[in-house]
């Protein structure tokens, strides 16, 4: 059987991939950013913990969708992603490899549980899906992992609820766990945490917001979930509420977590670095649905 072994949330703030491509990981404005992922690349390699495939849910930005399509939801069902030109050419990244016969099996779960996701067979991926997978592996010449790409819409408003997203993952965990395949798998949530690109209130960060959605990620507490939009928005700036993103990743981990490894830095950029590692206090249990409503299909 699949298994979701481990959550991780990380931002992707895209001039840590630009750094890490001109070899700058080790200068003093980049160090104590990179420093906060070294448990993390240890880690992650070691042989009881390194996934066989990561779910990863992040947000395109204006590259491998626009105005004309904008799916809430939507999952990459592909054989291999490739990276997008955002302006400066590709990122020299390796191709990311998808997982095809999990990624069917998880929109298939998801379409029957009442989560009516988008299926995406063909798309280039942006620095929200790159910069994460570079914190975790640094400079390889193969990810080491298969990605099933999870977007979600948190660009263009309306973007879908903190409890919506908690449910969502919820249901994912159901759907990894019901793939007879003996599969380590991780679900990433990134993005994140307070920052405002634009405006007067550009360069917004709110330390001790974010630190407490950190504190509410682990234990059994579901308080994150009921965040209203105007509160990131309020309190994280506008490109805040990438963090609900994180939410997919914590509802997947089922009733209680525990921490592993958690950084926290700032400045990067114009946003608050944020990571996190989280473990299911019971992994072999998949979370229920939480929503109210039956399900014909369940
Ligand atoms: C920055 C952060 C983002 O999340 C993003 O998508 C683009 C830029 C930044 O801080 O520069
Ligand atoms: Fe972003």
Not at 177 to 200: A, C, N, R, Y
């Amino acid at each position: 059987m699949a298994r979701i072994t481990h959550g991780i949330g990380c931002s992707h703030i895209p001039v840590l991939g630009y750094a890490h491509d001109h070899g700058k990981d080790g200068d003093d404005y980049f160090k104590p950013a990179f420093a906060g992922f070294d448990w993390t690349r240890e880690w992650i390699m070691a042989p009881e913990s390194r996934p066989d495939v990561v779910i990863l849910v992040y947000n395109d930005h204006a590259s491998a969708f626009d105005m004309k399509v904008i799916p809430t939801f939507a999952i990459g069902c592909g054989e291999r992603y490739t990276p997008a030109d955002e302006g400066f050419g590709p990122r020299p990244v390796p191709v990311v490899e998808g997982h095809p016969d999990l990624a069917w099996h998880i929109a298939q779960s998801l379409v029957l549980d009442e989560f009516d996701t988008t299926i995406i067979n063909e798309m280039e991926v942006d620095h929200g899906l790159t910069v994460p997978l570079t914190m975790m592996f640094g400079d390889v010449d193969k990810w080491p992992v298969k990605v099933i790409p999870l977007a979600v819409n948190v660009v263009t408003y309306p973007p879908p609820s903190g409890n919506r997203c908690w449910a969502l993952g919820e249901a994912i965990s159901r759907a990894v766990s019901s793939f007879p395949e003996d599969l380590k798998v991780q679900i990433w949530g990134t993005g994140g945490m307070s920052h405002q690109l634009q405006g007067p209130r550009a360069g917004l960060i709110n330390k001790e917001w974010d630190n407490r959605f950190l504190d509410g990620l682990t234990g059994e507490g579901q308080d994150l979930r009921h965040i209203p939009h105007i509160e990131y928005l309020r309190e994280t700036g506008s490109e805040g509420i990438e963090m609900v993103m994180w939410l997919i990743m914590r509802g997947a981990l089922g009733k209680s977590t525990r921490a592993l490894h958690r950084h926290y830095h700032v400045p990067v950029s114009n946003t608050a670095l944020g990571h996190i590692v989280l473990e299911p206090v019971d992994p072999t249990v998949p979370p229920s649905r939480t929503l109210e409503g039956s399900n014909p299909n369940a």
